[in-house]
Nanobody
Framework: QVQVVESGGGLVQPGGSLRLSCAAS????????MGWYRQAPGKQRESVAG???????IYADSVKGRFTISRDNAKNTVYLQMNSLKPEDTAVYYC????????WGQGTQVTVSS
């Protein structure tokens, strides 16, 4: 069974940083393109960042220069380093395989507030 489990969210002040983790099981992240997504209250889920099996990365314009997606193949885990956080980054963050996605996990809540 293919699963993803997100963690690392929390409450942070504007300008702060968080690192989110996405632990996958049942499928290797090294062989698949992986994505981070977020859903704010009352809004549709949106793509935030992606990384291909060849380590090419892509970011939404709203997070470019502030967020970094990376992968630890030994841990079968994908990370999202988030710096210079803004209140508009507040959302539930999810990860998934970009091609042939599995069921969505619980996500991890990120709240940016003073």
């Amino acid at each position: 069974q293919v699963q993803v489990v997100e963690s690392g969210g929390g409450l942070v002040q504007p300008g702060g940083s968080l690192r989110l983790s996405c632990a996958a099981s049942g499928r290797l992240v090294t062989l698949n393109a992986m994505g981070w997504y977020r859903q704010a209250p009352g809004k549709q889920r949106e793509s935030v960042a992606g990384i291909t099996s060849l380590d090419m990365t892509i970011y939404a314009d709203s997070v470019k220069g502030r967020f970094t997606i990376s992968r630890d193949n030994a841990k079968n885990t994908v990370y999202l380093q988030m710096n210079s956080l803004k209140p508009e980054d507040t959302a539930v963050y999810y990860c998934n395989f970009i091609s042939n996605p599995t069921s969505w996990g619980q996500g991890t809540q990120v709240t940016v507030s003073s």
